[in-house]
């Protein structure tokens, strides 16, 4: 069937490093891939999203980077901040399709 | 400008009890989305509307469920018969064409529902 799904459930950094999450999705036909962000209470807010055209997109301190032929998204924050923690999802759909789907989220913790 | 905004915040209920969510999307936006995320998972789909029809509602779990959003603006989730299996955060996305996966849902607060 068709998931998303994170590699790894928590990861810790130092303030100042650079983190690097990663995601995995099955459905070959997804077409467009978003970051979202959410911190505790919140609800989830738009970070940086990539079409499946492009494989690798540059935001401000963040890169989103896609790998079609192993089915594999990650998300880089440079320099990452205590602001930085949250859980961060990444969600799929396609060009025909409306409905997110949600991965399970990745708690990142930034230790100053 | 605003972005969505959803009331209440937070509501508590007892079981058997019925609850209205309401969502206000940010102004301009043609599509409406409802999901449900329960603790530690991702949200999930709940329902879309395309203007005032509801385009797709497959993602309700049963028929004590239901959404309106008659002017094509504001919209609000009903619950019936409260059940304790539905306190979830409820989160309201919007998002400015209608259909097409290729369009960013920007999403609301959300509101936390318990059923005790």
């Known amino acids: 069937g068709e998931s998303v799904g994170l590699h790894l459930p928590t990861l810790s950094v130092q303030e100042g490093d650079n983190s690097i999450i990663n995601c995995a999705y099955s459905?070959?036909?997804?077409?467009?891939f978003i970051w979202y962000k959410q911190e505790s209470g919140k609800g989830p807010q738009f970070i940086i999203d990539?079409?499946?055209?492009?494989d690798k997109r540059q935001g401000q301190r963040v890169t989103v980077l896609l790998n079609k032929t192993v089915k594999h998204l990650s998300l880089q924050i440079a320099a990452t901040q205590p602001g930085d923690s949250a859980v961060y999802f990444c969600?799929?759909?396609?060009?025909?399709?409306?409905?997110?789907?949600f991965g399970k989220g990745t708690l990142l913790t930034v230790n100053p | 400008g605003a972005g969505v905004s959803q009331t209440p915040s937070n509501k508590v209920t007892e079981k058997g009890k019925y609850v209205e969510l309401r969502c206000d999307p940010i102004s301009g936006h043609t599509a409406l989305y409802w999901y449900r995320q329960s603790l530690g998972q991702g949200p999930e789909f709940l329902i879309y509307f395309q203007g005032t029809g509801a385009a797709d509602d497959s993602g309700l779990p049963n028929d004590r469920f239901f959404a309106v959003r008659p002017e094509g603006s504001v919209s609000t989730l009903k619950i019936q018969r409260t059940e304790r299996g539905d306190s979830a955060m409820y989160l309201c996305a919007s998002s400015l064409l209608a259909g097409g996966g290729l369009d960013t849902q920007y999403f609301g607060p959300g509101t936390r529902l318990t059923v005790l």
């Open positions: 969600a799929e759909t396609n060009g025909s399709n409306y409905k997110l789907t």
């Open positions: 459905n070959s036909a997804s077409d467009y």
């Open positions: 990539i079409r499946s055209n492009m």
